[in-house]
């Protein structure tokens, strides 16, 4: 069964020069522990690939349930250069949260309180 | 000493809501308002002003701003004003300031400039000295682009603001000075936190609270993932920090504003624009992001403990901007059947008659929009959209092949396919590109000025 990480997780994004970081923040304990194991470097880099990033990076914020992607050279120039409507990677962090995510059949401990069973 | 000092943040960046730091100064009980004005490339664009006239070059959006706070800073004597509106000439906007402080009737409101951050009038001395300004990411020495840099930046961090307050500033103007250092000065200032050892996690969670409030809303609703029309953004409220003597601090807003002050919103933000979150780089500290701990106290409301530093760099980071061409981007609707493949259409056909009359472009990007092109390749619309915006944006050396590229658009009106409008803004403006270039330099070789004015 496959879930949208949005029901698992909120997350925003923005600007390094030509960098972007995307920072995805699950909504429980238990949905952390899944998209550490899910959400990996790999995973979001194979997402992302038509960006051209010349590298991606993962950064665990356990204290904040926390995960953040640096995407590097992945803004086509940045604010100042690049050619895209979206410069700053703004719209970076609502694109990621489309991803399917595979959970387990059961996926009521990973949803945002409040809005399970739905 | 106060037992907690309240810093309010009524501008997130040049552009910002021109109501929002009058409506935080007069309902916030502030102790001190900043505003914050300077994105990567705003320096470049203060320099160019500046270089045309010797008045200009800084965030005019301020002296508007000033000049409507004036009544309130009438009524609130205490209420003190930090801010990097100063740009490429934090002596002409305190110039400026005081104007508009003399006609509102505090002609004898003491303001103070911190300066020393612009680099440019030294570049070629410190060039020669070894500073070799390498490119952060490439390792490029600068003087392989030196002939075209057009400003040149230290950010500076908050110990210049505690000597400005220091010496009675009520208004103090900056330069580049890191967005965070403006919360990180006043705190420091009020509980006298001095920069050595034994106040670094203080400054650290200083900073982890400057962090949270430089950009404004963001902290209190704007760009949260679960905001909806419950959040009432049309009455934002703009973010204030509670800071004690210990580091620790809240999070809020003024009571029977719009948006929203909880985990989710200070999570998002606590992670916005940070590489690595064990390591977030100011001049005054190595920031751990990762020992914070937030927790919603009441409605509104976020505590935020346990920030600490993870030590200090002998290094300031500088903003560099370079002159990298010209650019300019424009739209065009294309409604109607098929509207994503006749746009696709029409863009060949706009590139063609380019090429047709003899002009050539060192980047050109299409997008149509609606199609999910603004994270492009990445998605694709899952049904057919009755019509779509097409933009067409290009970057080139030559000024000319910009300009004859804005006069493309209208062509297609009524020379490309069935469907095509929303040419009603006229040829697009051209804009001259500045490239950002960070890179460090030495603590030592930078020396901050703070002048009461």
Redesign the interface.
Known sequence: MKLPL?RIA???S??????A?I?V?AYTDAGYELLKDKLTVEAVAG?????GATRVER????????L?F?L??AL??????S????TQGK?????L??MPIEVPADPEALV?PGERGT | MKQHVRIGNGCGFWGDNLDAPVRLAAAGKLDYLTLEYLAELTMSILAVQLAKDPTAGFATDFVDVLTRLAPILNHLPQLKVVTNAGGMNPVGCAAAAREVLTKAGLPEKPIAVVGGDDLMPRLDELIAAGHEFKHLDSGDPLSSIRGKVVSANAYLGAKPIVDALKLGADIVITGRVADASLTVGPAAFEFGWDFTDSHLDRLAAATVAGHLIECGAQVTGGLWINADDDARLGNVGYPIAVMAEDGTFSITKPAGTGGAVNIETVVEQLLYEVADPAKYYTPDVVANFTTVQVKETETDVVAVTGGTANGVTDTYKVSIAYRDGYMAAGTLVIAGPHAVEKARQSAAVFLERLRRAGFTYAASHVEVLGAGATVPGVLKADHEPPEVVLRIAMKDSNRASIERFTKEFAPLVTGGFPGTTGYTTGRPPIREVFAFWPALVAKSAVTPTVNLI
């Open positions: 949005s909120h997350g925003r923005g600007d390094k020069g030509n960098h970081n920072a923040i997402y992302f690939a038509p960006l950064f665990e914020a356990a204290n904040v349930r926390g953040n640096m590097y050279d086509a120039g940045g604010a100042s250069g050619l895209r409507t979206d719209t970076l962090a609502v694109t949260l489309r945002r």
